[in-house]
């Protein structure tokens, strides 16, 4: 399992919002550039980048900041925010994006995230952010009539590296992850599914590490890590034991 630290970018700062709502942003770091070599330097592997500003507006707004983002750090990035069409794709992928992540597209346009996959196999994930069940788009801002299940099942056959299901009702205020509406997709679809929204503290980790969830491929955290209350150290050797056991 991989856990993924997230930098939300507004207005080229490092924000969290609660339940997606721009009016409600709190700012973490005003260098994101900054922010990204400090969670690099506590171990993290793999970090998970969104342009908030982008998934509103239906095309990138903070390149500037994720450029710096980056130049500044060697472990990989995936990114989400606006990008909606192939020339994006493609462009951040040129610039450097290991893994591009489509979710209102993915909705309206899924031969965009087909063609997309087959191009750049391993490097295409879909984004999955339900309220209710149902597939939230334009930045959460509007609510889909398709289910997140229905929506993964689209893409059984595309070559999706992964699929990333946030649960919005749990995004940004520490109530802990869905596992039963995480778990109910992972059981539903053969793509590694990736668990965002509400991991709070350790105990969420080692909830992750259960022999239930080892079909997940891991997990964002976001507040948790930027308030304290998920010690970066701590979480990366509960993962790092768990891997070395399963090998033994």
């Given at each position: 399992m991989i856990l993924y630290p997230a930098i939300?970018?507004?207005?080229g700062e490092c924000v969290r919002l609660i339940h997606g709502d721009m009016s409600q942003a709190t700012v973490f770091n005003t260098d994101p550039?900054?922010?990204?070599r400090e969670f690099e330097q506590q171990g993290f592997e793999y970090l998970h980048v969104v342009d908030?500003?982008?998934?509103?507006a239906g095309a990138p707004r903070n390149a500037d900041a994720?450029?710096?983002?980056?130049?500044a750090i060697s472990m990989p990035v995936q990114l989400g925010g606006g990008i909606r069409d192939m020339r994006t794709i493609e462009g951040w992928l040129a610039k450097g994006v290991r893994r591009v992540i489509i979710g209102t597209a993915a909705v309206r346009d899924p031969d965009l995230v087909r063609e997309a996959a087959r191009l750049h196999p391993g490097q295409i994930a879909v984004g999955i952010?339900?309220?209710d069940g149902l597939v939230a788009v334009d930045g959460w801002a509007k609510v889909s009539q398709v289910t997140a299940v229905e929506l993964g099942r689209r893409f059984e056959d595309a070559g999706v590296a992964a699929i990333i299901y946030t649960d919005i009702s749990r995004d940004g205020v520490l109530k802990g992850l869905n596992m039963e509406a995480t778990l109910a997709l992972a059981d539903a679809i053969a793509i590694p599914v990736i668990a965002s929204g509400g991991l709070a503290s350790l105990a969420d980790v080692q909830r992750l590490l259960q022999p239930d969830c080892k079909k997940l491929a891991g997990?964002?955290?976001g507040r948790a890590l930027y308030d304290g209350r998920?010690?970066?150290a701590a979480a990366l050797k509960l993962i790092r034991d768990?891997?070395?056991?399963?090998?033994?």
């Open positions: 939300d970018l507004k207005q550039a900054a922010q990204a908030l500003d982008g998934a509103f994720v450029e710096s983002i980056l130049k952010d339900a309220r997990a964002i955290t998920l010690d970066p768990a891997r070395e056991a399963s090998l033994a």
